[in-house]
């Protein structure tokens, strides 16, 4: 292969055949110039995007600081390695390009607040966990401490990029449902959920499934009609809680719940309670 443009020490774009192809591996392009042969021992990845996404990546190469795209990389490779998969090329934009702009911000004194921390550690664990490795990667390659707001950041960008995983927009979507359904709650019953606690995990991994399961137009678990007027006659005030979260949840986002789901939450929703 010879290189047909440098982006940055370890990225060039070489021509095989019909197809641009981004290289990258360290140090792949000291000392070289267009035209040159890149050794093959150097070359540690190749990626063949679609045309908008090579241009758009191969702009970030040539601008982003090359540390943070290093991180990017290694944050991609351990990903890969922990889920056992591969993932979606655009991760390779989406991440590099949000990773930089948090470090920026963080350097220039910005908070970063995520308010959907809670869901998105409790709904994507293993995205989170790695997370949480990349948060330990950061410290010890540029000496930067990034806050575990952040950490749900990289959480949700891995997650979307997952080859059968929805897109950004539709996780984001079910995050936020889920974190308005928990204020609800708390607003509506006066009670402050503790959210390490395993009856949250809980109700936010049903919700998770029940939301699944409407989307996909699933059948939901029937319940027995004994145990149905029980628990509207025993937990009264969690079934009228349940109850009215999904009646707003149908107006505002067309949710459809059938009565044997609220019961199935208002169960969740009384452990809270207690």
């Known amino acids: ?3 047909f443009r440098i982006l940055n020490n370890n990225a060039v774009v070489v021509v095989d055949g019909p197809q641009e192809k981004i290289v990258m591996g360290k140090g ?23 045309a908008n996404s090579s241009e758009k990546f191969q702009q970030l190469l040539a601008t982003v600081p090359e540390k943070h795209i290093d991180l990017a990389e290694k944050i991609i490779s351990q990903a890969e390695r922990e889920l056992s998969a591969p993932l979606s090329d655009h991760i390779h934009i989406a991440l590099t390009d949000h990773l930089s702009f948090a470090l920026e911000r963080m350097a220039n004194g910005f908070v970063i607040h995520n308010k959907l921390l809670n869901e998105i550690r409790t709904l994507y664990r293993k995205e989170y966990e790695i997370g949480m490795w990349a948060k330990e990667l950061i410290r010890e390659e540029i000496g930067v401490e990034i806050p575990e707001d952040e950490v749900a950041h990289i959480a949700l960008h891995i997650h979307t990029a997952k080859m059968d995983a929805p897109s950004m927009n539709e996780s984001l979507k079910q995050a936020t449902i889920m974190r308005e359904f928990v204020e609800q709650i708390e607003e509506k019953l006066q009670i402050r959920i503790e959210e390490e606690s395993i009856n949250y995990q809980r109700l936010i991994t049903h919700l998770r499934f029940a939301l699944h399961r409407i989307e996909q137009g699933e059948e939901f678990h029937p319940i027995d009609e004994d145990m149905l007027e029980l628990i509207k006659e025993k937990y009264q005030e969690a079934y009228q809680c349940a109850k009215e979260i999904i009646i707003s949840l149908r107006e505002d986002e067309q949710y459809h719940f059938p009565d044997t789901e609220i019961a199935y939450i208002a169960l969740h929703i009384q452990r809270l309670m207690k």
């Open 1 to 3: 292969m010879r290189i």
């Open 28 to 50: 792949i392009a000291f000392g070289k110039r267009n035209n040159d042969i890149i050794p093959r021992d150097k070359i540690e990845k190749i990626f063949i995007m679609h």
